[in-house]
């Protein structure tokens, strides 16, 4: 399987700037999805195809991928935007999920 | 609205075969277009995919399965359209597989050097327990 790697842990002030990396072997030839999950809760779809956004989802959510990172930006953190993100990448029809970072707002 | 809700056993011993099911409402499956997906995460963990059964909407075809490699011994998916369900079997199961399973319907994106299948609804997730 392809191994993607992110942080355990991203930890943001409100109104700040976070920023959640998913680093792995020539990531920039994939494409990628971003997820965000609060604790008891599904996860949701906030970035697809590296950089679009799912219609509702805010603007403030973007993301890239180029090299061997891709980045998920919360621009404006809020206290909602408190909870787990997981990318994912996708390549010959598999699917396989980072490793989680949790973003704390404090 | 689209909704998925999995349904299947709770508890489950070692080494006997799990199977769930989800149920679509909102959308019906034989539409045809989506990749219906089955993910599932240990207690405490990430998650982890599991794979997909894609559903052209063609009558004749069952649908086209991708699995994740290192599962793919043990897994099968299919599709009901009569029932708007797809479901998912696991065989030989362990104290490893322990986990909430999540279904979800993924839309394909694609462009010229590349595509990704955002999985835009889930199910509420179910528990497994793998135990004796």
């Known amino acids: 399987s392809y191994e993607l790697t992110q942080p355990p842990s991203v930890s943001v002030s409100p109104g700040q700037t976070a920023i959640i990396t998913c680093s792995g072997d020539k990531l920039g030839d994939k494409y990628t999805c971003w997820y965000q999950q609060k604790p008891g809760q599904s996860p949701v779809l906030v970035i697809y195809?590296?950089?679009r956004r799912p219609s509702g989802i805010p603007e403030r959510f973007s993301g890239y991928n180029s090299g061997n990172t891709a980045t998920l930006t919360i621009s404006g953190t809020q206290a909602m935007d408190e909870a787990d993100y997981y990318c994912q990448a996708w390549d010959s029809s598999t699917g396989d999920f980072g490793t989680g970072t949790k973003v704390t707002v404090l | 609205q689209v909704q998925l809700q999995e349904s299947g056993p709770g508890l489950v011993k070692p080494s006997q075969t799990l199977s769930l099911t989800c149920t679509v409402s909102?959308?019906?499956?034989?539409?045809?277009?989506?990749?219906w997906s089955w993910i599932r995460q240990h207690p405490g963990k990430g998650l982890e995919w599991i794979g997909y059964i894609y559903n052209s909407g063609y009558i004749y075809n069952s649908g086209n399965t991708y699995y994740n490699p290192s599962l793919k011994s043990r897994v099968t998916m299919s599709i009901d359209t009569s029932q708007n369900q797809f479901s998912l079997k696991v065989n030989s199961m362990t104290a490893a597989d322990t986990a909430v399973y999540y279904c979800?319907?993924?839309?394909?994106?694609?462009?010229?050097?590349?595509?990704?299948?955002?999985?835009?609804?889930w199910g509420q997730g179910t528990l497994v327990t793998v135990s004796s």
């Open positions: 195809h590296d950089s």
């Open positions: 979800a319907r993924g839309a394909k994106f694609s462009t010229s050097s590349g595509f990704s299948i955002g999985l835009g609804y």
């Open positions: 909102g959308g019906s499956i034989s539409s045809g277009g989506y990749y």
